[in-house]
Each structure stands twice: as structure tokens, then as C-alpha cells.
């Protein structure tokens, strides 16, 4: 399975799981707010802060129409689609301060473009990988300009159908690009743990090859931990200083000590999911005390035959295997066995025919 790199980071099966602070518009149009977001991620454990580059005018038109009137079963509902990138939109000209401040928390800060222009200004701010978010998967003149730079490549794929998937990959592939990563996502906000289907992610990694992880958009922390135990690579998660602010995502983003929750659960787990083994590690080798073995439980003088009532299957486990209880019966002792000895093949005189 291929793996891709961030900032020589290899992300990617057997490796740790590459843990994304989404930052989105819960910097609520303040550079200092954004600012002690990226502090906070560092500090809850991110590996990297993700943002959001447009500006209304490159998403959308400033327009009233019904058409760009958000409908219902969102959090925005009923709102203008310009007003709400407006709001939510971040300042290009903080894009400077934001890369010296990840810089100096020392974690991996780049961002979702949403056109070309976007693009081009994030290469100019030299950002160490793309990220497609999932309602522009379909958007394939995009995925090729993002590929066009040859950095890595995140896609999530939210509503997409799994044809819509390969044409985006192929069109990644077709540029040049080799490192891709998808992310399976559930494009509501926020989404149930019903709908977010995480047996998807092992199947479209083997699908295309490639690394998979999680873009999740639930109100808990499970729902991730669970992703990383069915192989997730990568989890990105939304995050705010405080969902009390009124910021257009902050109801379905973590805190920062939920996201470290969240972080040390996704930690234990890739200690626990471990490799595949059987038998006894060496820790379990010290509890071998509460396994079952043949052992003499009556005196049993030299010449005596073995029965089932001087010999039976007990703790501790530091006599012969329960299976040979069958091949003892009817052999014979080869010395006194006190009660309380684990038996032996040296303590059994065989049968004679």
C-alpha cells in the first residue's frame, strides 16, 4: 500500500495516524483568535492545522436567488451561500503570520483551495500538501492543478460515488501526482454515527491503493477512534477554542481537551491494534501460573498406575498438556509422585504391549 509524505512525515499503514486541527471559520474573522487556535491545536496534539482559502468571490456569486439560498438539514439553513462565505471566509493576508506561528508550534499547517487562484496562492505560501474538501471531488480541472504541483494530495469524498472517485484519482494520477490519500466523509453537519458507514475506509484503500482516513463531522470523539481501529491513516477533525462562539462550524467542532481526548484515545489504539500474533507475549508468558496441566493430586508410589483419581487437569499450568490425560491412563509411575508434583514424561513409565 502506497504511503504519501508531509513535511517528512510518512503517513500511511504500520505508521502513526496523521491527526488534522480543521480550523475552518472558527476563528471567527479574528487573526488572534486564529492564532491561539493553532497554539491550542499544537498543544492538544494535532500533527496539523488545516484552513479553508476562497473568498466569496471565488466560490460563489453574490447573488438572492432561490438557487443560492442554503436548504433545509443543515446548520445553515435558510441562509445566503455569499453571506455565509463571508463570514466564514479567512483572510489570505493572515496566511504569513498563521505559517510562521505552525512553524514555531512545530506542526504542518496547509489548506483546502477552492479554485485555481487559490491554488496558486498557497503554492506561493509554499504549503507542504492539498487538500480537496468533498463538494469539489467532482471538480476535476481543480484536482489536476492540484496535482499539477506534485505535492501530496487529501481528497475527501463525501457524496461521492465511487465512479466520481476513480475519475478524481485518475485525473491526480494522469497529472503526474503518485501521493493521494482519501478520506472517507459524511457531508452533513453534523452527521449521526448512522450515516458515517466506516467500513468504507478499508475497502477504499484496497479499492484504489492508496491511504485512507476520515474527515468526521460527529459531535463525539468515537466515531474517529473507531475509523483508526478499521485502518484509518489520517483523522481530521473540526476544532474551536469554544463551541459557545456563534461561528458558522463551532457546533460540531471539538474543544481542545476533547480533541486530546480524542488524540490519546487514537494513540492507545494504534498501540493496541498492534500486528497480527498468536501465543504468548512476554508479558502473558508470567501468567502461566493460571493456565491447566497434569499434575499428581494423591501420592502416587513407583509402579502405581496413573487414574483419573491421582492425576487431573489443574492450575497451575507447569505439567504436561490436559491432552496426553488419555495416554497417561493405565501407564505407570517410574518413582514416588507427591501430591502436588506437575507431571513429566521422566515420571511415566511407558506401557509395554
Known sequence: MPHISISGRRIGPKEPVYIIAELSANHNQDLEEAVRLIKAAKDAGADAVKLQTYTPDTITIDCHNEYFRIGDGTLWQGRNLYDLYQEAYTPWEWYPRLKDEARLQGIDLFSTAFDPSAVDFLEEMDVPAHKIASFEVVDIPLIEKMAGTHKPLIISTGMATIGEIEEA????????????????????????????????????????????????????????????????????????????????????????????????????????????????????????????????VKDIAKGAAFTEENVRSIRPGFGLHPRHLKDLMGCAASEDISRGTPLCWDLVRRKTR
Open 169 to 296: 484519482v485518475c485525473a491526480a494520477r494522469n497529472a503526474g501526482l503518485d501521493e493521494i490519500a482519501l478520506l472517507k466523509c459524511t457531508s452533513a453537519y453534523p452527521a449521526s454515527p448512522e450515516e458515517m458507514n466506516l467500513c468504507t475506509i478499508p475497502h477504499i484503500s484496497r479499492t484504489f491503493h492508496l491511504p485512507a482516513g476520515l474527515s468526521d463531522h460527529t459531535l463525539g470523539i468515537e466515531v474517529p477512534v473507531a475509523a483508526v481501529s478499521l485502518g484509518a491513516c489520517i483523522i481530521e477533525k473540526h476544532f474551536t477554542l469554544s463551541r459557545s462562539s456563534t461561528g458558522p462550524d463551532s457546533a460540531f467542532s471539538l474543544e481542545p481537551g476533547e480533541f486530546r481526548a480524542m488524540v490519546d484515545a487514537i494513540r492507545i489504539t494504534e498501540k493496541a491494534l498492534g500486528e497480527i500474533h498468536y501465543g504468548a507475549s512476554e508479558r502473558e508468558a508470567k501468567s502461566k501460573a493460571f493456565r491447566r496441566s497434569l499434575f499428581a
